[in-house]
């Protein structure tokens, strides 16, 4: 029961947080609308924030409905940690509107809320959703895009020292890529090709892909067409009749370019590259893939 109280007063302060950071970098944009690089940025974590939000709400009334028990909470709530937060943001929201918000102030306050350990919690809960059903795991992904988005703002307007404290913040996800082909060397060619861009598995046919798919998310999936017990095209419309979203996940990777088989993946939209194919064409096709 003690865990339980503990469980909602955690996901009632996380929604008075997330829309208080959502208001704050809604402002924010506007009084920075000069600076255009700078707004978008605010607007994207505004949208982020919302999403956030979202997740927590969906957690919460998923347990509710299920009956099922709350995520173990192995601390206790802080409540001065977030008036800590809550108030840094009325303040700077405050000076949003005195106009007198400075960008530094502004990074700061950003800084004292993403790395504060209220974001250490709702990972927490983030991973304990993902654990219990497969609709939280693109929320998993997304919030692994939301630290990287920051990153990669903050590399481009040489804020170092508070990109040392972004970068230390623990990753929710790492993308995962499956490789599917019957042969064994072109597998291990493809691990070694997206060693440096996420983890890998691998299926050697169709079917077992598939089975790999019903357990896992996958970010990208390579394939090969010509394949035993199942061929590539029948795997993908399996795939995506089951699963919609992966419509724009797969890269074909075949040497099976005959009249046909290419007016099907033109028409349907598919990547695919013909082998053999240089390394650099698979890895800048990855690449496009895995930042979306």
């Known amino acids: 029961m ?18 208080s950071a959502r ?24 949208m982020d924030e919302d999403m956030h939000l979202d997740i927590i709400l969906k957690g919460s009334e998923l347990i509710k409905k299920s009956g099922g028990q709350s995520p173990a909470l192995a601390f206790a709530p802080d409540a001065g940690q977030m008036n800590e937060c809550i108030g840094a943001l009325e303040n700077a929201r405050q000076k949003v509107k005195a106009s007198s918000l400075t ?39 997304n919030l692994e895009k939301h630290r990287s988005y920051i990153i990669r703002y903050l590399e481009k307007t040489g804020n170092t020292a508070i990109l040392e404290k972004v970068s230390s913040i623990p990753q929710v996800w790492t993308e995962k890529i499956l490789l599917v082909d019957d042969s064994g060397q072109i597998r291990t060619l493809l691990k070694a090709v997206v060693a440096n861009m996420a983890n890998t598995d691998t299926a050697d046919d169709g079917r ?85």
């Open 2 to 19: 003690e865990e339980q109280k503990n469980f909602d007063e955690v996901v009632d302060w996380l929604i008075k947080l997330e829309t």
């Open 23 to 46: 208001d704050f970098y809604r402002a924010a944009a506007t009084h920075f609308k000069e600076d255009a690089l700078l707004s978008e940025f605010l607007s994207n974590l505004a």
């Open 103 to 141: 960008k530094e102030e502004l990074l700061e306050t950003a800084a004292t809320l993403e790395f504060s350990e209220w974001n250490d919690i709702f990972i927490y809960i983030i991973n304990a959703l993902k654990s219990r059903s497969r609709m939280f795991v693109p929320s998993a992904v």
């Open 208 to 292: 077992n892909a598939l089975e790999k798919v019903n357990e896992n998310y996958f970010a990208v999936i390579v394939s090969d067409v010509d394949m035993p017990n199942m061929n590539g095209i029948e795997f993908y419309k399996e795939a995506v009749g089951k699963f919609p979203r992966l419509k724009d996940r797969f890269l074909f990777f075949t040497a099976k370019n005959d009249d046909q088989t290419i007016k099907y993946f033109t028409d349907n939209g598919i990547r695919h590259l013909i082998k053999p194919a240089p390394i650099k064409d698979i890895r800048q096709a990855l690449k496009s893939m895995l930042g979306k």
